[in-house]
């Protein structure tokens, strides 16, 4: 009883972490061996990883998904036999329209709106005496102590939320009638072939 | 009575703590919300395109709220499974900068050898995390920037499978699932509600014979 209680009072994400932390662990003690430690000693890899762990937004990323989205999903489509082919041509149009749609307009808010987020994230030796609004300037800062990395990624963070709320409208908006005029401008480009009997 | 004042501080304060060190979990879970509210909208533009034809709707739709769920799914069970992988590979000490394993080294942890460095045969990775070392502030930095590094190329990693392999073929499967069994449906129904004589013409019995859920449209 105890233990179906202990279940039912975690949520969907709590039992997720609790699998993959399992898995982990597992995948830890097979991983790689005792008598030899990788070690990433290479400076421009190291230089790399640092970049990746400090500057990397969420833009940047919906960007790399994005462009490998573009190079995996119509590929997944275009061999899904257990359509016919007038449904693989129309799945395969709307992937690409889906994925151009999503990316352009999933990049340049995010990176609109951590922009946004940075302009009124200022510290006060930051501010200077021609800026303007100077005293929202630091509307969005933080009271704690913090260092300059977790500023920028506090930033990104903020201005990632700040891009959700504004993503709410322009999927809508935006996204998804861009997806519908480029999922017809593709299907018509690779010819119609779907004859309507009626 | 609660200060709005008071609230905002905090959740600044709480968003400046729980992810300005971490950024990798930040971009699992605002990415989660992310392609929630995308699928959202995808399957409200399929629906109202009039352009796309009723059959392939019946495909399209049930794709992406597929791809919607799968997608939710993959990603907090794959791209967190491989963050967090990739993340005791560091705080385990396993993968290293050259000034961690120096480090711990130094500690005593790890051995070098002329081959590179090695630990001793009973250290258990599973129980060991460099944070709790007494001295972990000599390496803090080092440590935090290394690891965010490697948790955000792991999640990205984590993402591409999740995102574009694994929920477009799961999606894919569910889709043409759906579509197979709403067809059925619906010419069930138009089965159903024909007039005498009744009977069916050549295209609707090729149509039928073609969704027929045992083997190829050729062996009914």
Redesign the interface.
Known sequence: MASINSITSLS??QV??N???K???A???A??S????????NPKV?G???????K?S?AE??L??GA??L???PF??AS?K??DS??RR??IC??IA?IIA?TAT?YTIRKLCIKSIDAFTKSVNEIKPDMKFKKLRTL?????K??A???S??K???G??LA?GV??FT??LI???L??AL??WF?KLGGNH?V?SE | MLNPSKLFENFKNTILTKYGPNPAKMLIYTGVLGWFLSSAAQVVAIAVNDKIPKEQKMFLIPQEIGDGAINVVSFFLVTTAIKNFASRLVSSGKLASPKIRQYLTDSGINIKTKKGWKVLPNFDFSKFDIKNMTNFDLIKDEYNSFKNGIDVIAMTAGSILSCNIITPILRNKYAAKRQQKTLAEMNKVNMDRMQYPRGISMDTYRNQAALKYSGSPLKI
Not at chain 1, 34 to 41: D, F, G, W, Y
Not at chain 1, 48 to 54: H, P
């Open positions: 969907i994400p997720c972490e699998v993959s932390r898995f982990t662990r995948a830890l003690n991983a790689g005792r008598e030899k430690l990788p070690t990433i000693s190291l790399a990883v640092d970049w990746i762990g400090k990397l969420s990323n919906r790399i998904l490998s989205a190079l995996s999903q997944i489509d899904n257990d359509v007038e449904t129309y799945s709307r992937t889906k999503g999933g969005l800062t933080p009271t704690l913090y260092t990395d977790e500023l990624q506090y990104n963070t903020l990632t939320i959700l993503m709410v999927n809508f996204d998804a009638p997806t519908k999922t017809n299907a779907n309507k």
